[in-house]
Every structure is written in structure tokens, then in C-alpha cells.
């Protein structure tokens, strides 16, 4: 038997070749799409960590081996932070640039400890699209501005981590964090 062509819809005429057969078809689709939304929500609501369990995990890090011009990673909730003595000069560096000169300005005080301007820590994930840039790993290429340096798209980030050159929107984030004494820092 020959489907029947629906003609009397201003949206389903018969030019367009729909059947009423399709359309049913792609109404009870529709259907269910919606249905299939409406479970995902509250499964995705349940798999999100609450708040009071994401604030409680944090990272303690004992920083005593890091000599300057050093840095170690560690991981905290699953990324990769960029925990940095930096030299002198490094801090010298940092903070002969112009502010107003940078594309997210922030002073390398605004971006470390009052008293620990030396400790810079930052996350290890590039602001692009997330890569980890190199600079903190023994030998690693630290970029032109001899901070770090991500290979994805061609980030350069300085020695206040501050993005300099590259796509990247913005400086490595600074996670919160605290010294509980000289030698060990709580990230989170
Ligand atoms: S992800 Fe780092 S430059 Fe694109």
C-alpha cells in the first residue's frame, strides 16, 4: 500500500518529501530525547562532587628539596600544580615588567605569598586548551621568557607564570594554597 504524503501542513508540504510515516517517526524521537535529557540531569547532578567534599580534598607538599631555580609537580584534585623556587634574578625578571604591558596583569606579589615571594605555584594547565606546558621538569624548555613553555599551540609564560606569548588567554591560575610551615604547603 502507497504511504500517504502529508500535504495539509504548511510546515510538512509535499514538496519536501516528508511522509506522515517520518513524522511520526521523528515526533516519537523527539519524545524520547527529551525523556533522555530529563534522566541525565539528576545523574550528572549525583556523579558532581558536593562542595564540602571538593573543599576538603587538598594536597599537602613537603618543599624542603626544592632548591631555587627549581621546581617540582604535584597533583591536586587530578591536575598537575607547578610548585617553583624561584632565583633572584627570576624574581628580578618578574618584576621589571611593565603591568599595564600584560595581557592578564598581575604583579608577582598579587600572585605569591607576602614574605614567600620565592614560592610560585601555580597549576600545571595551560589556559589555551589545557595542555601542561613544559618548565617545570629537570632540562624542560621554559619558553622565551623563562617561565614555562606550552607546546600545543605555542604558550610562553614567564617567571611569574603570567601568560607573555601565544594564544593562551591567561596567566597558569594560582590554586589556593597555604604554608602550614617553611618546608610543607597545603594546595586546596
Ligand atoms: S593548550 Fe597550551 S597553547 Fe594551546
Known amino acids: 500500500m502507497a504511504e500517504e504524503t502529508v500535504t495539509d501542513s504548511p510546515d510538512l508540504g ?48 613537603d618543599i624542603s628539596a626544592v632548591q631555587p631555580g627549581q621546581a617540582i609537580k604535584a597533583v591536586f584534585r587530578k591536575q598537575p600544580v607547578f610548585i617553583r623556587n624561584l632565583t633572584p634574578a627570576e ?36 589556559t589555551h586548551l589545557g595542555c601542561v606546558p613544559l618548565g617545570a621538569g629537570e632540562g624542560e624548555t621554559k619558553g622565551e621568557f623563562g617561565g614555562y613553555f606550552c607546546p600545543c599551540h605555542g604558550s610562553h609564560y614567564d617567571t611569574a607564570a603570567r601568560i607573555r606569548k601565544g594564544p593562551a588567554p591567561s596567566n597558569l591560575e594560582v590554586p589556593e594554597y597555604e604554608f602550614m610551615s617553611d618546608t610543607v604547603v597545603k594546595i586546596g
Open 91 to 126: 624574581i628580578a625578571q618578574a618584576n621589571k615588567v611593565p603591568v599595564t604591558s600584560l595581557r592578564d596583569p598581575q604583579t608577582l606579589a598579587e600572585r605569591t605569598k607576602e614574605g614567600k615571594e620565592n614560592w610560585l605555584i601555580t597549576m600545571g594547565v595551560c
Open 14 to 61: 509535499a514538496g519536501d518529501g516528508v511522509r506522515r510515516r517520518d513524522f511520526i517517526n521523528i515526533a516519537a524521537v523527539s519524545a524520547a530525547g527529551v525523556a533522555g535529557v530529563s534522566i541525565l540531569v539528576p545523574l550528572i547532578s549525583q556523579m558532581a562532587p558536593s562542595a564540602d567534599v571538593l573543599a576538603a580534598s587538598s594536597t599537602e607538599v
